[in-house]
């Protein structure tokens, strides 16, 4: 059976970059007590007219300039956002009009913090159905449209961003470089997490939402690293959603991931939702941190409550 493979990443964020100490002047906080807690130091703000759209736009365009595709060959848009606030035309379609893609199946997809890895896993299982051939895949958030910046509790821990992948099917006898995923939720918690009403702003039981990611999680993530016949020790990169430093190393301590670089892009960008794992994913690949060919798991978590992990084979 054809499998896909993730062969090009991108990403963008937007210039402005926010301290943890011009937050201690908006609220009643501090850069020590960010930094020990969640371990941010900075994060990027999109500027007022600067949207989903824009962002996913320059993020995918990047990822197609390095895929060696042009935009013809692509036949799939998905975008993985919590935070558009159009509705309609959808992102994907935008950045299929950005991109000159004639005539893609275009589809936003809405999960919160895990998204980019369902967005994947549905790009993957689209191409194996023989229903598309070449997809680009994005994660992006402007997150700041939807904080509370009187909030302490909140506003300290997100940032604006994209991340974008281009995925293509395999060639004959070629192996899949998407694993299975694994993917559900947790709808008995799904108010510990909330961006409801309007306007609507972020709301968290932080405390809850930080217990279940740091024991529900753990299994998942083997479960994804066994349905793709790859034990722990064998993982290069280890790239979970950007939440929390504290959530990354409880997750990564429980995985005996012996031989893994931890994706910490938290520190420079905040949790930007569906964003964080291609960001911090594409940031590793340019660094050139991690072998072409290597596997790497994908953990993403989150709002709904929602989980979708996979192991892919790194571009
Ligand atoms: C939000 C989070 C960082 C808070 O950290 P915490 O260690 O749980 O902190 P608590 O909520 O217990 O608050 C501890 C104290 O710090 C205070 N506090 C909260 N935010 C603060 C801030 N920005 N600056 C200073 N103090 C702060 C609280 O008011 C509380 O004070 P009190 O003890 O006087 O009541 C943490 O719970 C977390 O990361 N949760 C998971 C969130 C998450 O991942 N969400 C997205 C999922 S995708």
């Not at 371990?39 to 300039?65: F, P």
């Not at 960008?269 to 340019?286: D, H, Q």
Request: charge should be negative; hydrophobic fraction near 45%; glycine fraction near 10%.
């Amino acid at each position: 059976m054809t499998g896909s493979r993730v062969i090009s990443l991108g990403h963008y964020q937007p210039s402005r970059v926010v301290t943890n100490d011009e937050l201690a002047q908006i609220v009643d906080t501090s850069d020590e007590w960010i930094r020990d807690r969640v371990g941010i130091q900075q994060r990027r703000i999109a500027a007022d007219g600067e949207t989903v759209a824009d962002m996913a736009g320059i993020a995918a365009e990047k990822a197609l300039a390095g895929s060696g595709l042009s935009a013809t060959d692509i036949d799939m848009v998905i975008v993985a956002t919590c935070s558009s606030v159009d509705r309609c035309p959808n992102v994907a379609s935008r950045v299929a009009a950005h991109l000159g893609i004639a005539a893609p199946a275009a589809m936003d997809l809405n999960t919160a913090c895990s998204g980019f890895s369902y967005a994947l896993a549905t790009a993957d299982h689209a191409i194996r159905a023989g229903a598309a051939h070449n997809a680009i895949v994005v994660g992006a958030e402007k997150l700041s449209d939807l904080t509370d910046w009187t909030d302490r509790t909140t506003c300290i821990l997100f940032g604006d961003g994209a991340g974008a992948a281009v995925v293509r099917a395999t060639a004959d006898g070629e192996e899949p470089g998407v694993g299975p995923v694994v993917w559900g939720s947790a709808p008995d918690k799904k108010d510990t997490l909330k961006i409801e009403g309007w306007r609507p702003y972020i709301w968290q039981e932080g405390q809850a939402v930080f217990r279940w990611a740091t024991t529900a999680i753990p299994p998942i993530a083997l479960q994804a690293c066994e349905r793709a016949g790859v034990d722990p020790s064998e993982i290069a990169a280890f790239v979970a959603h950007q939440a929390n430093a504290r959530i990354i190393d409880g997750i990564a301590k429980r995985l005996n991931l012996t031989n893994a670089i931890i994706a910490k892009d938290i520190v420079e960008s905040g949790n930007t939702s569906a964003a964080s794992i291609p960001l911090a994913l594409s940031k590793l690949v340019e660094r050139r941190e991690v072998p072409s060919g290597a596997p790497v798991l994908l953990m993403g978590f989150g709002g709904g409550l929602t989980y979708s992990g996979q192991v892919i084979r790194c571009p």
